[in-house]
């Protein structure tokens, strides 16, 4: 076994008290996650960024009234890829968030930077969304097709990594999907439940558990077995 961790958007505008799509205890969760981030066990530990143009497809504001409600309205986007525009996904409309180069987009100063190995950032392509690390909302991974500055399914593989551990928010969106695609690109993929917050607390996590769960993702703890075997 040799295990990555990954950081998921620990950013000011997910975080209270001030974050303009703040999810409840992400904050909080910065103590346990330096935790990770400082055990031996861990070869390769990433953070991820959301990293916004001001013109993205999913921010609310710039799509017209009255179908523009923040958290209530959608809007359908069409694949990027070369070839595949036909194919369209309708895509959740959030407030403004994690614009590149503002203070938003910046990982909270409570999170030990100097331990990371990598920073993905993800979501730059105005028309598509990008929740998970690893692909965008259709699957996409390449750089030059997903505006993300890198391929994190190549730099895990290219070390041998074996083992995946998401943390980080929302529980119920990036780290989720995070943990899908690991799974999906081949990598045993866990989720550390006490190092993620979700933005629908309560059944947002449950939700998310059973697509995890279903798709062989395992739920673990800071303090269980699995991270304490890691050495």
Known sequence: MKAALIVVDMQEDFCPPTGSLAVRGAR?????????LAHPGFA???????????????????????????????????????GKETE??????????????TAGADIIPEIDLSKIDLFVRKG???????????????????????????????FLTDRGVTDVFVVGVAGDFCVKYTALDAAKAGFQSHVV????????????????????????????KSDGPEIAVLV
């Open 28 to 36: 909080d969760l910065a103590p346990t996650i330096n935790s990770l």
């Open 124 to 154: 730059m392509h105005p028309r598509v969304e990008m929740y998970s690390a690893f692909a965008d909302a259709f699957g996409n991974q390449d750089p030059a097709v997903v505006s993300v500055n890198t391929n994190l399914r190549l």
């Open 44 to 82: 390769v530990r990433v953070a991820s960024q959301d990293y916004h143009p001001l013109d993205h497809i999913s921010f609310a504001t710039n799509h017209p009234s009255p179908n523009n409600r923040p958290f209530e309205c959608s809007i359908k986007m069409a694949n990027p890829a070369p």
């Open 193 to 220: 439940q006490d190092a993620t917050a979700c933005v629908v607390p309560g059944s947002g996590w449950e939700e998310a558990t059973r697509e995890l769960t279903a798709a062989g993702v395992s739920i673990v």
């Open 88 to 101: 369209t996904k309708q895509q959740t409309l959030w407030p403004v968030h994690c614009v590149q180069q």
